[in-house]
């Protein structure tokens, strides 16, 4: 006797909307702005840290490679949830408000032990993008519930 293959399928695959696409908030783009920043900075030390890698530099050359893996890394998490947040994906909203509460602690120790700029900068920033990502607004823009898993492929 044998059993018929069923489908890996999780849920039926759902229609996409027809017609136009409602536009999305202002705040939304800010957060999203904000965070691309963000994984800018990222990879701009990633490559920094390379650059001291490169002219000998380092005085730790394993922790320097980790913070450049960790620093792209984090970039490209970053930058796949933004695209995540931008097309309505509630998984978008994990990772970006996490990376924001780390920037928080980071920004609120950097104050305490050198006040500076770039404290401040670090600390606006996380919370202007925290924050934005709980305006009821991009709540309801982002509550999609991402692509559905058909056939082993992801579909969007």
Known sequence: MTVPHTSHRLSPPTARPSGPVPPRPAVLAVVCLAVLVQASLLIGLGIA????LLRGASQVPGATVFLVLFAVGAAAVLIAAVRGLW???RWGRSPVITWQLLLVVMGI?????EPSVWAVAVLAS?????VGLFVPRVVAATAGRGPVPVGGSLVP
């Not at 840290?49 to 001291?52: L, N």
């Open 109 to 113: 120790g950097w104050l305490r032990a």
């Open 87 to 89: 097309r309505g994906r």
């Open 49 to 52: 840290w390379v650059t001291d």
């Open 126 to 130: 996380a919370v202007v993008a925290g």
